[in-house]
């Protein structure tokens, strides 16, 4: 008719009303498989979109674990929870888990982002009941600066995350990787340091930083001689120069990546080295 129509905002869905997307496996073998039992974060931080969503949503139990069993009973090699903060709610937690090693498969590897500083005793001993390997942890630390935590609203224990980390390195069963972010606030080059230092002293079997603004897609993995791997993202496409006033490019860019991480690790030649040549 011509008339404009106002129809207000699309109401909030339950996740239990969204169908399960992977009725169908063909065309997904052999493949990442990615899944989202909740939406939505309970925290603040400010550099996060996730943050904007006020609310979390989960969806039921009774969906989700015989959605899962489909993955396992296709052999899956690996599902990535996208869930914001997987662990955010100890029963959902402990619910998956528990049917993941009671139902293990002895192939499909489980990845979860987690905030390692709000685990329990329950969910840290399960951990060390698993297979190697059923589940790999992302656990982002972001930056060890009080100031900078502080600043962007983030609400975290470093002393638990680090016990918890610890405690699951201990446990030789589950990979780990930790995150950092280059150009949040208060953040200068040797505060940056001691926060790279202090996360690489956690013994992550990989450690990524990620710059907030612009980003290339450009990730060096560098094998530094101890099992682990170190990865980096540059801002900065090849040609481009950086503001005198935004410090993050160098931040990443230097991080002693190709000079010498810890006292302890040989020095990395990144122009020499296979895998990163090989991305270029």
Same mark, same amino acid.
């Given at each position: 008719?011509?008339?404009?129509?106002?129809?207000?905002?699309?109401?909030?869905?339950?996740?239990?009303?969204?169908?399960?997307?992977?009725?169908?496996?063909?065309?997904?073998?052999?493949?990442?498989?990615?899944?989202?039992?909740?939406?939505?974060?309970?925290?603040?931080?400010?550099?996060?979109?996730?943050?904007?969503?006020?609310?979390?949503?989960?969806?039921?139990?009774?969906?989700?674990?015989?959605?899962?069993?489909?993955?396992?009973?296709? *052999?899956? +090699?690996?599902? *990535?929870?996208?869930?914001?903060?997987?662990?955010?709610?100890?029963?959902?937690?402990?619910?998956?888990?528990?049917?993941?090693?009671?139902?293990?498969?002895?192939?499909?590897?489980?990845?979860?982002?987690?905030?390692? !500083?709000?685990?329990?005793?329950?969910?840290?001993?399960?951990?060390?009941?698993?297979?190697?390997?059923?589940?790999?942890?992302?656990?982002?630390?972001?930056?060890?600066?009080?100031?900078?935590?502080?600043?962007?609203?983030?609400?975290?224990?470093?002393?638990?995350?680090?016990?918890?980390?610890?405690?699951?390195?201990?446990?030789?069963?589950?990979?780990?990787?930790? !995150?950092?972010?280059?150009?949040?606030?208060?953040?200068?080059?040797?505060?940056?340091?001691?926060?790279?230092?202090?996360?690489?002293?956690?013994? +992550? !079997?990989?450690?990524?930083?990620?710059?907030?603004?612009?980003?290339?897609?450009?990730?060096?993995?560098?094998?530094?001689? $101890?099992?682990?791997?170190?990865?980096?993202?540059?801002?900065?496409?090849?040609?481009? *120069?950086?503001?005198?006033?935004?410090?993050?490019?160098?931040?990443?860019?230097?991080?002693?990546?190709?000079?010498?991480?810890?006292?302890? $690790?040989?020095?990395?030649?990144?122009?020499?080295?296979?895998?990163?040549?090989?991305?270029?």
């Amino acid at each position: 008719s011509g008339e404009i129509e106002e129809h207000g905002p699309q109401r909030i869905l339950s996740l239990d009303e969204i169908p399960f997307y992977y009725d169908d496996m063909a065309g997904f073998e052999n493949r990442i498989v990615y899944y989202e039992s909740s939406r939505g974060c309970p925290f603040s931080c400010s550099y996060c979109l996730s943050s904007i969503d006020k609310t979390v949503r989960f969806r039921s139990l009774d969906l989700v674990l015989p959605e899962l069993q489909f993955f396992l009973d296709h *052999k899956v +090699p690996q599902v *990535k929870f996208v869930d914001r903060t997987f662990n955010c709610k100890r029963e959902h937690t402990l619910g998956i888990w528990r049917y993941l090693v009671e139902h293990d498969n002895g192939i499909t590897n489980f990845h979860f982002e987690v905030s390692a !500083d709000i685990f329990d005793e329950e969910e840290l001993e399960l951990i060390g009941k698993m297979r190697p390997g059923l589940i790999q942890l992302e656990i982002g630390v972001q930056s060890t600066n009080p100031d900078t935590i502080r600043e962007i609203h983030r609400h975290m224990d470093l002393v638990k995350l680090k016990r918890a980390v610890d405690r699951v390195y201990d446990y030789r069963n589950t990979h780990q990787h930790l !995150d950092l972010i280059a150009g949040l606030p208060y953040e200068n080059y040797e505060s940056f340091m001691r926060s790279f230092d202090d996360v690489y002293r956690m013994r +992550p !079997d990989q450690l990524q930083t990620l710059e907030l603004g612009e980003r290339a897609l450009h990730r060096v993995r560098i094998h530094a001689g $101890v099992g682990r791997e170190v990865a980096h993202r540059r801002q900065l496409a090849p040609g481009r *120069k950086l503001p005198e006033n935004d410090r993050a490019g160098d931040l990443v860019h230097e991080l002693r990546v190709d000079r010498r991480v810890v006292a302890d $690790v040989p020095v990395h030649d990144a122009a020499s080295c296979r895998n990163c040549v090989s991305l270029y």
